[in-house]
């Protein structure tokens, strides 16, 4: 209880008040917007929360993070084009109803499952906290590097159907991470005699080239767009008090949000596809799934909006991002030398509880801003694309720079901007590379400090966590062989099954 006061006080602050309305404003409107996103927009600011208070720059991020998926039904109801990725799913049966005239009553759903789903994942964290505080310092060296390994296994087979490329990709995010000096007997690796390597690939430019830039580039190479919208007219609070009549929905939703968020590479997707699956599998009326469904509004809304607060779990107990923007997140953290993981529910419980309690404070911040200012949002919209490219590119390279101050920065931007550019066109997971180079970084580092405790391989696996996780890793790899075998042997043409049993009988 003290902890949770003091993380009151915390939050109380002028400064931490004010970096809470800007991001969960902020990232509404961001997240209204198509194709900006919260990741376009984090990666422009986190240059800029380096300077501030880490609570400061951590809640300003959350309120965009959080607050995003509000915005970006907006667009995928009303002109079927989703504001963020993870708003698709809402476009199957939210534009559906507005093209039957019931646009209020879609984003009233929306909003209201939105706002259900973040609270109850938001309560979940805080009755979890205390069992965190005591699971958290269970985990050791071997531990972390077990559990960041895990994490990167799952980032790699949650790209169902580009397993191979996203391994690829991470692995190269890993490579990434090693360029420069080596951190313990700080000799040179593949720097090939470069002065600008030694300090090797900062990150955060590698985030603003991968997101930023590579979305200011789609957007100004991308023919002009600046779709038309019609004016909502009606009450939208009792609009959104319709979602009690689908609890049961936006409670399963929600639960599918939380489990899905606390699982590393993971996130949003899943976790809407378990629930609409639910949600039509338990209708009465699962043919009008896909054709202006409340229940499959709610369904897909709840589970995103219970994401976020529940991937803050690996994050801030074990120093384990999920995906990218909880990766992003983690930056902030070591700049200000606050480092997640066990001794930050032993020792700073306050500021994990203002984390939670800002979290809280966001969703009724945003409710009550989408109460009133849907119609103006809807201006936001028709910005054109071209507009929002130039401005996103101005923002990238002016936050690149300021890092530190070096051009050299801005060039390696933009080339990983272009590769950025080059992976969007061919369909390929961008996040794996982000995530590759984090928990590169934290395998690294685990890996040396456990060493010094391993004789044997066995010595790695002998407490039980440790094996636990060495279990879950390999068990999910066979799994995921497995899968793809059979699904092979399923696509062989009728002919060559055929032969292939006439030649096991031959022999």
Known sequence: MDAFLSGLDLLARLDVAFALLIGSIGGVIIGAIPGVGPAVAIA??????????????????LGIYGSSMFGGALPAILINTPG???NALTTYDGHPMTKRGEALRALGLAYGASFMGGILSIVALILFAPLLAKIAPMFGSREI???????????????????????????????????GLEPVKYTQRFTFGQEWLASGVNLIVVVLGLFALSQAFVLLTDPESAPDTQRIKGSMGRAMREVFRHKRIA??????????????????????????????????????FGNGSPEGLVASESANNAVPA???????????????????????????????????FQNQLDFVYALYIAMIALNVIVVVFML????????????????LGVTILTLSFVGVYSLR???????????????????????????????????????????????????TPLDFVDRPIAAML???????????????????????????????IHDSQTR
């Open 44 to 61: 422009i600011l986190l240059p800029a929360t380096f300077s501030l208070d880490p609570l400061v720059g951590l809640t300003m991020l």
């Open 84 to 86: 963020t990725a993870v």
């Open 145 to 179: 590097f077990l559990a960041a390994l895990l994490g990167l296994v799952l980032v790699v087979l949650a790209h169902r159907g580009q397993t191979f490329a996203a391994g690829m990709l991470a692995a190269f995010g890993v490579f990434l991470q090693t360029v």
């Open 251 to 288: 409670a399963a939703g929600s639960g599918f949000g939380v489990l899905m968020g606390m699982i590393p590479g993971v996130g949003e997707f899943t976790a809407q596809f378990l629930s609409y699956t639910y949600a039509q599998k338990t209708s009465k009326d699962p043919d009008a």
């Open 310 to 344: 529940a991937a803050m779990i690996p994050l801030l107990a074990l120093g384990i991002p999920g995906e990218a923007l909880t990766a992003m997140m983690l930056s902030v953290f070591y700049v200000h030398n606050v480092i997640p993981g066990p001794g930050l």
């Open 372 to 387: 009133f200012a849907s119609n103006w949002l809807m201006k936001i919209i028709r910005v054109p694309t071209r507009f």
């Open 405 to 455: 101050n070096s051009i050299t920065d801005c060039a390696i931007a933009a080339g990983f901007g272009v590769f950025g550019l080059i992976l969007k066109r061919q369909n390929l997971p961008v996040v794996p590379i982000v995530l590759g180079m984090v928990l590169g970084g934290i395998m690294e580092v685990k890996l040396r400090s456990a060493m010094a405790r391993v004789k």
């Open 470 to 500: 060495a279990l879950a890793i390999v068990a999910l790899i066979v799994l995921h062989v497995r899968g793809v075998i059979r699904e092979h042997r399923n696509n062989l043409p009728e002919d060559a099954h055929d032969h292939d």
